[in-house]
């Protein structure tokens, strides 16, 4: 904690630009110079999905706390919409928290013209997300703005969950990476459904909520799990560049093992991308202690959502703060935190 | 609950109006058909200012949980901004729930564009707001969108607190009708803010954090409280309609009670509006039993948030579901729900 304070940017941009909502470098200093300088307290400056905290005294169980804002375009796409996608957001970053979910909520602000079909159409999509995670949406709220003001719809969803096992959080060299699928579905669905592009890829979001398969997860190697992020924007390389940097660690991964699908990767050569900045909406980064990969793995696996996990790294000592990536072609190279807004608007 | 479902209305529009979105008629039938159509559950179906579910089984404290999407404009106006005003209503609306606020979190989506030095005061203002509510803003998350897709800054303010003394929700004739303050100031002052009719009122919005003052209250006529409710979209009129409807009682409502101060008087007249329908941001509608009317009417006076409060009315048999108006002249009209959207984005 010291030592990010000491570290904290400063924001440089007098008006907020696209990259600011990208979830790469610009946002984290957006988040740093601006909200954490006014908010600062001992449970925001975690900075983690969600925030956590005892609501009944030390004896009582602790509470997880999110909210995400989702503000995708298009608002329909291949595997998913606006609706599932900010159900499933919110339901993961509970469960990445060790957290049962519990109830959600969620605010609209509609654009004056909207169709209702559509609102109708995202509120479906709503409920069977909230059905599959097993949790209500107890509370919202909604807003209209006049035409022009908003694209369509916008939905804030908030949740709470109790935590049934938080992640250890201590990262220890020798420790296991894994990812519980093939990455950057989501991410490039969304690129291509708006169809500036031209392409076809037929691929489909990953979009979907991971509470079921990281309680199984938890079930199978207990105490063993030192940390959990879903890859959401940013991608994988975000999540561990952060990692890497809060708990003063190498990650050193090995690029012939991180899933990616053929339909990911070859749209991702056509655009210039490297899938591992790409959002997942659908998959969790997680930090096992190395004698626990083998059961983390299994028991990954064994669940539909998980089973194209794999072990994509390891934690290391040296150098402190850096993600390394060791290439199909034996070199190493530094991935470093995004920079910029390559894909806008991915959630 | 059975005669509310078999009441539920139908959309007629294929598109969304403003008016869904004022907090009168149109916005309760877009809830009702669209949003109870597609969530409903009994946390939600209670359609109060905050869902309240116990966390830790039975024995465990319950917890309230509420949200609000802002979006007024202009988003600074005399006596607040969109900041305080996200962090105040959604502390009311625990507050009306019984519940000590215990944490917010925020949801920004910025306009690509939107000045820093605009975010870093409204940043500001919520933590003000937060300290004097005594909540902290413990997670968070930004988006933005491209320029001409959002009207600068909008802010979504979820809520979780302790429900410490829940109102006993039922509504007897003889109960009294309190408002904590003169009514209206809110939503005058963010019209005229808006510059369009050139009218000076040097009236200031009420935003305010009533939790104090809801303690307060408690304190002093403990098991006293039936309903409160923060009078937002729609005014002390919608409140008061939908407690009628709800409760299955009258309310009789005395207009020479009814506090309003002279700015909004004024502005109202040359507007043609009634500021029974204008929304508050800083006053609650409370009903007491009638034993307890003194001692309740005592206790909000002796706050400074409460200074202004009046009694303005009493809860009665017949006709139940229909608020009445006694007026100044002496004659009797029905207060109906609002109908369309006399202020767009008003919170």
């Known amino acids: ?55 009944d005294g030390a004896a009582g169980p602790a509470l997880a706390f999110t909210t995400d804002a989702s503000v995708v375009s298009p608002l329909f796409f291949p595997g998913g919409d606006i609706g599932d996608l900010a159900v499933n957001g919110t339901v993961n970053d509970l469960a990445v928290a060790g957290a049962t979910p519990l109830h959600l909520s969620a605010a609209f602000i509609l ?14 999509s709503m409920r069977r997300a ?36 938080a992640p250890s959080g201590e990262v220890l060299p020798g420790d296991s990476v894994l990812v519980t699928g093939p990455i950057g579905e989501h ?50 390389a975000t999540v561990l560049n952060e990692l890497a940097v809060d708990a003063g660690v190498a990650v050193a991964l090995d690029e012939d093992a991180v899933p990616v699908g053929p339909a990911v990767r070859g749209a991702c050569e056509l655009l210039g991308l490297d899938p591992l900045y790409v959002a997942c909406e659908g998959r969790a980064v997680i930090v ?20 194209g996990a794999a072990v994509i790294g390891r934690v290391e000592e040296e150098p402190p703060g850096l993600v390394l990536l060791k290439t199909s072609f034996g070199g190493t190279r530094v991935v470093d935190v995004l920079v910029g807004d390559p894909l806008p608007r991915i959630c």
């Open 1 to 55: 904690m010291e030592r990010a304070r000491a570290a904290r940017p400063r924001l440089r941009e007098d008006r907020v630009t696209l990259a600011h909502g990208a979830g790469g470098k610009a946002t984290r200093t957006l988040v740093e110079a601006v909200f954490r300088e006014a908010f600062g307290n001992p449970l925001l400056d975690r900075l983690d999905d969600s925030a956590v905290f005892p609501v």
């Open 111 to 124: 654009e004056e013209g909207f169709p209702v079909a559509d609102l109708r159409r995202i509120t479906a």
């Open 130 to 165: 909230a059905g599959e995670a097993g949790v209500g949406i107890v509370a919202g709220d909604t807003k209209v703005v006049e035409r022009g003001k908003a694209d369509g719809c916008y939905i804030t969803t908030s949740g709470v969950g109790v935590v049934e096992s």
């Open 187 to 236: 991410g490039v669905t969304v690129m291509l459904a708006r169809g500036d592009l031209g392409i076809e890829a037929g691929v489909a979001s990953d979009t979907a909520p991971l509470n079921g398969l990281i309680a199984d997860l938890r079930a199978a190697c207990p105490g063993a799990v030192r940390r959990m992020r879903d890859a959401t924007r940013g991608g994988v």
């Open 288 to 307: 096992v202690s190395g004698e626990a990969e083998a059961a983390a793995l299994a028991a990954l696996r064994a669940h539909p959502l998980g089973a």
